[in-house]
């Protein structure tokens, strides 16, 4: 059974830092491609940050290219998401999705992942 289990969520200001991590299981890590999605309120559900299998390529939301960098131990089977200059308008829950690697050019929708984590709830207050 795939599991994938975020943590580090939390209460920040605005300007602070969050660590989030996505600890995956039931899977081998890296034979997929990994990625960090939000779903913000009243919005609908954006990508963040992708990293590809062996983790030499990314790919970022425009909104927080130079803030977010996204990670990964293949070794601890670990992605991670660390996010510094945060905003209020990075409030959202964060989730952490897996997608088979086929070997193709990202960056990939939503729809394209095959296992998806619970969520780590980040709220930044102004």
């Known amino acids: 059974q795939v599991r994938l289990i975020e943590s580090g969520g939390g209460l920040v200001q605005t300007g602070g830092s969050l660590n989030l991590s996505c600890t995956a299981s039931?899977?081998?890590?890296?034979?997929?491609?990994m990625a960090w999605f939000r779903h913000p309120p009243g919005r609908g559900r954006e990508s963040v940050a992708q990293?590809?299998?062996?983790?030499?390529?990314?790919h970022y939301a425009d909104n927080v290219k130079g803030r977010f960098t996204i990670s990964r131990d293949n070794v601890r089977g670990v992605m991670f998401l660390n996010m510094d200059n945060l905003e209020p308008d990075d409030t959202a829950k964060y989730y952490c999705?897996?997608?088979?690697?086929?070997?193709?050019?990202?960056?990939?929708?939503?729809?394209?992942?095959?296992?998806w984590g619970q969520g780590t709830q980040v709220t930044v207050s102004s």
């Open positions: 999705a897996a997608m088979f690697d086929m070997a193709t050019r990202g960056p990939f929708g939503g729809e394209q992942f095959d296992y």
């Open positions: 990293i590809s299998a062996r983790g030499g390529t990314t």
């Open positions: 039931g899977l081998t890590f890296s034979g997929y491609v």
